[in-house]
């Protein structure tokens, strides 16, 4: 462990204890929330815990091989960070952290629309590293198209459309703690999208959010037609939409209910993937995420077809509790318990995990 990360992280739930104990209650319940009674949000990890792996024995893994490309480029294990919104409110290195992080770990990393720091920064701090770009949907399309092209620029290697807020959801847990409205949250990109985190005011009976409610599957054509990006659409939870993006050329999809944050009542991710892989892939990649914590979720998930598998809550913890040195123990935590368990099942590559890797369901 690197000797300036604070306490003893032998696990995410370190991650978490020591972000818990760092921050404010305000900043806690906008980082730890889901929608409504967080059914979803619960179901996300419990899903895994619903389901078993087959080992196999006696299989040669003295070496454990966990490299997979990822959307045509090689990264050192089947992981991505996922984006979340104003890394600043945790960290004040915020995305530049987590850039140089997951460059120094071999992972692709998100970036939000609403990234505290402007996405040239964060690409200048990111280096050689992959580094894709989350765009919510600007009120005014030519915006999105500015910051699609200022991505485009800085070097960034996919764009990720999130296609499951057209408004916000009900964020009770976030509204009660409220990040204040008066808090100062700088947005990086100097996004037209009103903040999730500042502003869940009630208004005509639903929350605001000044994205394009009114958009259809046409805007991935009209995207396209604006960048040579790879598109990767992310919120995708049945296999008639991820039919559809694959349609209208997007070239992966994430099958994602926003970590539990928008509709309550949506299936665990992992219990829609299967249902997703079967509708487009191997023609698309799949890529998970939502309750991602532990080695075995990895192999779970991979084990059902999806290619990379993303964190999003862990990647705040991390910078929380250690800065980039908190984000880099993060990944290697990661990468060391999925080679535990791909070892412990007996199976040494990312390549050598397919549906036989998983039992029966737990009763
Ligand atoms: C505090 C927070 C902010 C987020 N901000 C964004 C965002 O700006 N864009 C986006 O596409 N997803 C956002 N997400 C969703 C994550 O990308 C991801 O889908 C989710 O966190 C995965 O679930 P997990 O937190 O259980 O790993 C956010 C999630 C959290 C918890």
């Known amino acids: 462990m ?27 319940a906008y980082v730890q929330g889901g929608a409504a009674e967080e059914t979803t949000l619960r179901d996300n990890r419990a899903a895994f ?25 090689p990264a050192s294990a089947p992981v991505f960070l996922a984006p979340t919104a104003y890394q600043g409110l945790v960290d004040p290195e915020a995305e530049l952290a987590t850039a140089r992080a997951a460059q120094e770990g071999g992972v692709p990393a998100v970036f939000s629309t609403l990234s505290t720091r402007p996405l040239e920064e964060i690409a200048a701090a990111s280096g050689p590293g992959d580094r894709w770009f989350q765009l919510y949907l600007q009120p005014d399309f030519e915006r999105s198209v500015e910051l699609v092209s200022r991505a485009e620029v800085a ?52 929350y605001r959010w000044r994205a394009e409610a009114g958009a259809t599957w046409e805007v991935l054509d009209r995207l396209r037609s604006h960048t040579d990006l790879p598109i990767v659409v992310k919120g995708i939870l049945t296999g008639d939409d991820a039919r559809r993006a694959a349609e209208h050329g997007a070239s992966a999809v ?87 368990v791909l070892a412990l099942a007996g199976r040494p590559s990312i390549a050598a995990i397919d549906g036989s890797l998983l039992g029966a369901a737990r009763g």
């Open 49 to 73: 815990h619903r389901r078993t792996l087959r080992p196999r024995v006696l299989a040669g893994v003295d070496r454990v091989d966990l490299r997979r490309p990822i959307l045509g480029r």
């Open 254 to 340: 994430v099958v994602s209910n926003h970590g539990g944050r928008q509709l309550d009542g949506a299936p665990a991710a992992l219990d829609a993937l299967p249902e997703v892989v079967a509708a487009v892939g191997p023609r698309l990649e799949v890529y998970l995420d939502g309750g991602v914590r532990r080695g075995s979720d990895i192999a779970m998930a991979l084990a059902l077809g999806a290619t990379a598998v993303g964190v999003g809550r862990p990647v705040l913890w991390a910078l929380a509790a250690g800065g980039r040195a908190g984000v880099a123990r993060l990944i290697s935590l990661l990468k060391l318990d999925l080679a535990t």
């Open 155 to 206: 070097g960034y290697r996919a764009l990720v459309l999130t296609v499951d807020m057209p408004l916000l959801a009900n964020r009770d847990r976030q509204i009660r703690g409220g990040v204040a409205v008066d808090t100062p949250v700088p947005v990086g990109n100097g996004s037209d999208v009103v903040s999730p985190a500042r502003a869940p005011v009630l208004e005509g009976g639903v």
């Open 2 to 28: 690197p000797d300036d990360v604070p306490g003893g992280f032998l696990t995410l739930g370190d991650l978490e204890s020591a972000a818990r104990a760092r921050l404010a209650d305000d900043v806690w």
